[in-house]
């Protein structure tokens, strides 16, 4: 299913250019899959009556539904804004939304929280498409103002309200920007309500969309819905080179997905021991190089000698208590893991099927098997009668 700017003109694709292929199932993050939707209610039991609802960019919030109208994750709703209304598309309703208010908002005062008024009606969703369409000129404009008056800002993103009262702009900026002749300029050319909302850059790129290395769809577009510090320390742990162009996303950050296997390898590295420890053997120090996790592998080197020695943390460890009772073994070879080559299976081709010309083959032996009977009939002397 893909989004209105998913459609095709004259066969040319518009928005993503995925024609509603994309994984994230139509420009926005993925679904939610409600897991609750077919588990009843104890008896006396209301239904939940908040309600999520997404808007452009995936950007969402809670809403009361007060007229306790029939909602689906799908519907096309009219929601309250300071001024006017907006229009969104409800993206998690029941049992399910009262988890995820109590995941993202705790402090949530359901009495407090602004009502969904109705479904849209055409009138209002032709007005929010109408709406979609000026965003793209807005964005242009304000960016060629922003360079006129000089301000060291990148304005990534416009979303006009559904009412087409309001105007927000998101931007960029290392520091501090005093925009206040911006936003005269904006509302002297557009005769809307301008407001004006730094992002992060990882918030950027999550609007933004794109491919990562991996080349599948940035993970931020896609799914990912918090943002959490990622440290070079992670990197450290998973055994990678610290290079900042390999480490950074499309954000210019440290990939998000550096923490996705980071409790793996921290549970696996403890019973690891220590890698400052040198071991002492009677032909010198060997020290510590580097670690293969998944293999269980530590590699010393000898000071003064070339080549790598594999051993296995029980090794290291049983090495570093006979130091430690003052005994020096003779070197390291008597510890060192033996490394298991790998069989490598091979392709052979025992039955003789990856021959085109196999049949054909065939053929001609069986032809000329016959035409040297025929000749043999032929030349033959006739017995007398």
Known sequence: MGCSSCGTDGGTPRGCKNNGTCSSGGCNKLEVYDWLANVALPSGQKPYDIVEVRFKNSRKSFYRNASNLPLSVG?????????????????????LARIQVKKKSPGLKPMETRKIQHIAKQNEIDNWIKG?????????????????LGLAMKISDVEYQADLTKVTFYYT???RIDFRQLIKDLADKFKVRIEMR?????????????????????????WLTDFRSVS????????????????????????????????????AIKSFPKTDARLKTEKGDATHIKTDVFKRLMWYA???????????????????DLNREGTIPKDLKAF??????????GYENVVGQDSISRFANTNKNKNKNRNKNRNKNKTAPQQPS
Request: with cysteine; proline share 2%; net charge negative.
């Open 232 to 267: 070079t320390s992670a990197a450290r742990y998973q055994q990678l080179s610290l290079n900042p162009q390999k480490l950074a996303g499309q954000c210019g950050k440290l990939k998000c997905c550096l923490n996705y296997e980071l409790d793996m390898y921290l549970d």
């Open 132 to 148: 979609r369409s000026l965003e793209k000129e807005a964005m242009y404009a304000s960016r060629t103002m922003a360079i006129e």
């Open 302 to 320: 000898l000071q003064g000698e070339n080549g790598l020695i594999a051993l296995s943390p029980e090794q290291v460890k049983k090495i570093v």
């Open 198 to 222: 730094q992002i992060g850059s990882r918030q950027e790129s999550s609007r933004l969309g794109g491919i990562g290395s991996c080349g599948r769809e940035l993970c931020c577009t896609t």
């Open 75 to 95: 519907d096309v709703v009219v929601v309250e804004t300071a001024p006017g209304y907006d229009i969104g598309v409800v993206s998690v309703v029941g049992e």
């Open 336 to 345: 060192t893991y033996v490394v298991e080559k790998e069989i490598e299976i």
């Open 173 to 175: 900026a290392e520091g």
